[in-house]
């Protein structure tokens, strides 16, 4: 627990180590907080019964209180050690509890799909009855997902970071292109290359499978049965969708290409990505994402892949990845994260932290 000389409080999960450093950083940037001794007791989950219990050594009657958790793999774990956490401050009556979650879990599943749930919904109700107040967090999947919350959630943006880098970090950035791995992510593309003053790129065609429209809730109804009844009114027949071979539009020859997008999880798409742009000329691959969630054997897929490296923040616990795979690279996001928690504890704009950032990022 860091305790701030200005009234308020810090607490960090203890989901990971990653999340503590996390903590440390954002108190050791701007909030003038003095490390103090963690008064938190780490939850236990037992796989015969579950059983947790939380422990608040001070009092935090009236105060506001701010909770760091990142999302490790252990997903559900993070998600239990917040909710209590959270509850246990609103009965011990504190006055505002506001969660800092870089990465908001389940954010794809925020429509409904065939039969399925619309599980960011759930989540956001969920951490409202915990008691939650405040969210901050950072490139939802979907912006609409802030209208779940029954309470203000404040929407960060990785993009000034990642574009630092890459007029820091990438030699001769001049010659590069930003690229949009689908149609889907064109309006994110076009806004760092607006920034850079860069050309565009689109990739199209079957590679696009994650955001099928298939799957959206349109074939949600049974099937037609046979029966000897009403057959009930005659629809008009829906072509089935073909996807066109697989083409970049846009002139990728010579030039370094730069794939941005929000969440980097499962690479086929990446790899598949950067294979194309070989093809089309591309000399080096450059992949930029906020979220580096590197699920499964995507280190290895990297590592073998024609990508030359991957560019991800923090948001996300990925020490492991990295030492599988040299070419992950970490940005650090702590700073914007400190200057949240400041503003909303002082009560300032938050536009400051938004400027010249357009809607589409």
Partial sequence: ???????????????????????????????????????????????????????????????????????PRDVNTAIMELLVMAYAL??????????????????????????????????ASMLAKAGLTHIITMDLHQKEIQGFFSFPVDNLRASPFLIQFIQEEIPDYRNAIIVAKSPSAAKRAQSYAERLRLGLAVIHGEAQCSESDM????????????????????????????????TVVGDVG???????????????????????????????????????????DAPRLIEESAIDEVVVTNTVPHEV??????????????????????????????AYLFRNITVDD
Avoid at 103 to 121: A, D, H, L, N, T
Avoid at 257 to 266: L, P, Q, S
Avoid at 330 to 350: C, K, Y
């Fill in 1 to 71: 627990m860091n305790i701030a000389k200005s009234g308020y409080r810090v607490f960090s999960a203890n989901s990971s180590v990653a999340c503590t450093e996390l903590a440390k950083k954002i108190t050791d940037i701007e909030l003038n907080c003095h490390q103090a001794q963690h008064n938190w007791q780490c939850p236990h989950f037992f796989p015969t019964a579950l059983e947790t219990r939380v422990d608040v050594k001070e009092s935090v009657r009236g105060q506001t209180i701010f909770i760091i958790q990142t999302i």
């Fill in 90 to 123: 609103k009965t011990s009556c504190a006055k505002n509890i506001i969660g800092v979650i870089p990465y908001f879990p389940y954010s794809k599943q925020c429509k409904m799909r065939k039969r399925g749930s619309i599980v960011s919904k759930l989540l």
């Fill in 215 to 246: 799957a959206d809730g349109r074939h949600s109804p049974p099937c037609v049965r046979n029966t000897t009844g009403h057959t009930g009114l005659e629809l008009p027949l829906m072509m089935a969708k073909e996807k066109p071979p697989i």
């Fill in 254 to 296: 010579g030039r370094i290409a730069i794939i941005v997008d929000d969440i980097i999880d499962d690479v086929g798409d990446f790899v598949a990505a950067a294979e194309i742009l070989k093809e089309r000329g591309a000399y080096k691959i450059y992949i930029m994402a906020t979220h580096g969630l590197l699920s499964a």
């Fill in 321 to 350: 990845q990295k030492l599988q795979c040299p070419k992950i690279k970490t940005v650090d996001v702590s700073m914007i994260l400190a200057e949240a928690i400041r503003r909303i504890h002082n009560g300032e704009s938050m």
